[in-house]
């Protein structure tokens, strides 16, 4: 086996004591800020949400057994404060708390977007830090109930007290995320690769092939039943195995027929001209452009994000797929992964 690039840092390499004596606020108690919460609250750590006074979540929150209080006072009375509300409220939200923020204080992220883009800047006394699992927030929680954990990043982008690595580090193994390891970055790196990982493979990249795959199937007047089945239905048994094993356990999995067709046709579809394309779509989040473009769209009612968005729910991928989707309701989620070798093979 070929060793890391970087440190992978587990349960030993962290010290509680950081952030055993102190409270944490938990602004949030979406996908993340649950999993937080409630895994920081059965490590032992005191715990606050910080949630509006209107929030649909406070019921869920304090039938959890948590403490809520508005994300002013919660911020007020913590030693370390968790922002994990969507990044495009969290300048609203920090406008609300930063007068709580005392010296030696701890403002915690768990994307540099904000904080990189400068859409927050936070007080010079402060230490500023990062700690974000690898996962959404439902598996966060359900690894860390099974005794198990979720890999994480790390990063300190503002270290005031000369602690806020440690503490991070501490956070992290509260959570459970180094019981399966954690990796050191920066604010920068983290920001700058999930935001073109989002765009140019995982979500844009993604959609975007499949969409064309499936318009060149229907347009070539075959039913779109086979198009949705070929090009999107599968993509989930392809991921499953490249998750697993990487790309070489996909390929071992699959026929030799759709791996030789793959290896010859794959850089005919994403070619150079992509790459380019990719080249350029990492240059406008290095730069800020994308940034800036998403602002302002928020700024803006979201205008084209709603177009966007109608345009994405109503194409025809999305209406032959719905009716299709219930064939396989049957299938759990274990079942599936057990027949995605044998239907990759077909």
């Known amino acids: 086996m070929t060793d890391l690039n970087t440190t992978v840092y587990y349960d030993d390499d962290a010290d509680r004591s950081y952030i055993d004596d102190k409270t944490v606020a938990v602004l949030g108690y979406g996908s993340q800020g649950h999993a937080h919460s409630q895994n920081l609250a059965d490590s032992g750590v005191d715990v606050i949400v910080g949630l509006r006074e209107d929030s649909s ?128 970055t920066t604010f920068r790196e983290e920001t700058e690769t999930d935001l073109f990982g989002e765009q140019a493979v995982l979500c844009g990249g993604m959609t975007a092939l499949v969409r064309e795959g499936f318009e060149t199937l229907v347009d070539a007047g075959y039913s779109p039943e086979m198009a949705y089945f070929e090009c999107l239905n599968e993509l989930k048994l392809i991921v499953d195995l490249m998750y697993e094993g990487g790309l070489s356990n996909m390929w071992d999995s699959v026929s030799d027929t759709a791996e030789y067709g793959g290896l010859t046709r794959g850089d005919r579809i994403i070619d150079e001209h992509a790459r380019e394309q990719m080249e350029e779509v990492l240059e406008e989040v ?59 093979d077909d």
């Open 286 to 344: 290095q730069d800020g452009t994308f940034a800036r473009e998403w602002i302002a769209e928020n700024q803006a009612g979201r205008p084209s994000y709603t177009q966007l968005k109608h345009a994405e729910e109503t194409h025809e991928v999305e209406e032959v797929g719905a009716p299709l989707r219930d064939l396989f309701s049957w299938a759990d989620e274990g079942d599936e992964a057990e027949a995605a070798e044998a239907a990759a």
């Open 57 to 184: 979540s406070r019921a869920a929150a304090e039938a959890d057994g948590l403490r809520v209080e508005t994300p002013a006072d919660a911020a007020a009375e913590a030693d370390i404060v968790s922002v994990l509300v969507p990044d495009t409220v969290q300048p609203a939200v920090f406008e609300e708390i930063k007068d709580g923020l005392d010296a030696g204080d701890t403002l915690q992220f768990a994307h540099g977007f904000n904080i990189h883009y400068n859409q927050i800047r936070p007080p010079e006394d402060v230490d500023v830090t990062m700690v974000a699992p690898k996962s959404p927030g439902h598996l966060v929680r359900r690894n860390y109930e099974a005794g198990q954990g979720t890999p994480g990043l790390v990063a300190v982008y503002q270290d005031e007290t000369g602690e806020a690595r440690d503490e991070a580090f501490a956070y992290a193994h509260a959570i459970g995320c180094t019981r399966a390891g954690v990796i050191e």
